[in-house]
Structure formats: structure tokens, C-alpha cells
């Protein structure tokens, strides 16, 4: 009969124990080189404003740390990004201030002064007379001048006209518009500017003895009358003297003189004719 033995429990052989070994080893390697790999685990997020807020009213030595942000470390690059645009801000094309307006005193290029002359009248009613009045202006730009003069004149009447001793206490009243522009030489302005104006003239007079008239309605005396007229003309201004506070200068004129069909009290225009003229003035100007 046969005897079953059993079977010795086999004897680790030294080549697998060192195997295992080994094996060992190599798990607990890579365990922790997995760890080391791994990331860390997520920082919580920073605490809010609400909670500073509410931890500033504590002493120091009572608060509790709160979380933030971690600070980034200023590096080259970034300072020289900084640095860019801050240099980038500098050379930037500077905005130009608007400088500001000048301040202008009142009226200022305005003028104010006297004007008087005399000339001679084409055609056989009015004789040569003198005429004085004021002068007001303005000068658009350095070498032009716009100018009001209103003038008055004492008239006076030719013999052969017909007038003398019936049209009393003739006088004239005007207002004389007038552009004028100096000629330059070389960009410097010149004595001479060349003008061009209107004239807007009333004659009046008194009747000696009254005049009675029928107007339809019946019967009236007549006092005084007037008629108007109008005078364009071209003509040279002069400079005679010329400072900051004072200007002295003259003015030829001529023109033609056109006078209405009728006077203001109905009559028919049959002593006052269309005529020339030519003046001679002074003229004074006061800049503001």
C-alpha cells in the first residue's frame, strides 16, 4: 500500500524574494512620484470686503487672517510694460490748449470825430457852401475803414436862380455812408485809399410870406418845405497824420446829386435839377 505524504510547503526560493522585493520597492517609488506630480489641492477662495470690513473694527491682536489674493511679484517685463505706457502717455501728442480770448476794450475798433468842407454844386440853384458834422466808423480790417458822417450846411442860392429872397434859411442836413480801403505797397500801407459812398441829403427852407395852396380840400398856408435827394459817388481819401490815439486826414469827392419830382408839400420839382458835384473834406478820428 501506498503512503500519500504530504507535501512540504515549498520553500521560497531567494531569486523570487528578491523579485518581490523589488516590486515592492518600485510601487512605493511611484506612489510617491504620483505624489509629488500631483498638484496641490485647491487654495480657498480670498475673503470678501464684507468680511475686511467687519474685522477692521477688531484691534489687531483680535482679528482673524483673512484670505487674499496672493500678490504677483512684479517682474522686468511687466515694469516694462508699465514703463512703456507710461512713456507711451508722455509722448502722446499733447492737446493744445485753446489760449484764452483776448479781452477787447469797449468799442474797441471803433473810431469818433469831426468832419468839415465845403465844394462846388453843378447847375444853377445852389452856390458853393461850407458843411461841418461828426464822423462815426469802424475798420472791418487794418487797411479799411465803413464811416457815418452826418453833416449839416448852411445853402445858399445862386442869384440867377430865381430863389434869392424867397426861399429863406436854406439848410441842408445829411448822412454820408462811405467805404474807403488803403492801397499798400510791399504789405505797408499807403497815405491813399480809394472810396466809394452814398449821400442822403434833405434841403429845407422857409417860405418868405407863406405860400397858400389847395390840396383839393380846401385852402391852406404853406410855411416851409423840404426836398431829398440822393448823391453815389467815388472819391480818394488821404492820411495826413496818423497815431495810436489820433488820425487827421482829408477826402476828395464826386459825384451827382438826384432830387425827387416833388417836394414834401406837393410841388412839383422844377428849381432843384440833377447835378454834379465835387468836395473837399477834413475829417478827424479818435480811436476807442
Not at 440867377?160 to 504789405?187: C, K, M, N, W
Not at 397858400?212 to 488821404?238: E, F, N, Q, T
Request: charged share 20%; with cysteine.
Amino acid at each position: 500500500m501506498s503512503r500519500m505524504r504530504a507535501a512540504a510547503p515549498a520553500q521560497m526560493r531567494p531569486a523570487h524574494a528578491l523579485c518581490l522585493a523589488i516590486s515592492l520597492l518600485a510601487a512605493l517609488s511611484l506612489t510617491s512620484g504620483c505624489a509629488m506630480l500631483a498638484p496641490s489641492p485647491p487654495r480657498s477662495a480670498a475673503d470678501g470686503l464684507r468680511a475686511a470690513a467687519k474685522e477692521t473694527k477688531k484691534k489687531p491682536e483680535d482679528q482673524t487672517p483673512l484670505v487674499v489674493e496672493p500678490r504677483q511679484e512684479t517682474s522686468d517685463v511687466s515694469s516694462t510694460v508699465v514703463v512703456v505706457e507710461h512713456e507711451a502717455d508722455l509722448d502722446a501728442e499733447p492737446v493744445e490748449e485753446r489760449p484764452p480770448a483776448p479781452r477787447h476794450r469797449f468799442l474797441q475798433g471803433w473810431h469818433a470825430g469831426l468832419v468839415g468842407g465845403t465844394g462846388t454844386i453843378g447847375g444853377p440853384t445852389l452856390a458853393p457852401a461850407g458843411e461841418f458834422g461828426l464822423k462815426i466808423g469802424m475798420t472791418p480790417s487794418r487797411a479799411s475803414s465803413l464811416d457815418l458822417d452826418l453833416l449839416t450846411a448852411i445853402q445858399r442860392f445862386q442869384t440867377g436862380s430865381g430863389l434869392v429872397g424867397s426861399f429863406e434859411q436854406p439848410i441842408e442836413f445829411a448822412a454820408d455812408l462811405s467805404y474807403r480801403h488803403q492801397l499798400t505797397r510791399a504789405g505797408r500801407p499807403l497815405a491813399i485809399a480809394p472810396l466809394v459812398g452814398m449821400r442822403f441829403a434833405t434841403e429845407t427852407w422857409n417860405y418868405r410870406n407863406g405860400v397858400v395852396a389847395d390840396d383839393g380840400s380846401g385852402l391852406w398856408l404853406i410855411k416851409d418845405d423840404m426836398i431829398d435827394a440822393y448823391s453815389p459817388y467815388v472819391g480818394l481819401g488821404l492820411t495826413l497824420h496818423e497815431s495810436r490815439r489820433f488820425r487827421l486826414g482829408a477826402a476828395v469827392k464826386t459825384g451827382v446829386s438826384f432830387y425827387d419830382k416833388h417836394s414834401y408839400q406837393g410841388f412839383r420839382n422844377d428849381a432843384f435839377p440833377t447835378s454834379g458835384f465835387v468836395q473837399v473834406q477834413l475829417e478827424t478820428a479818435f480811436p476807442f
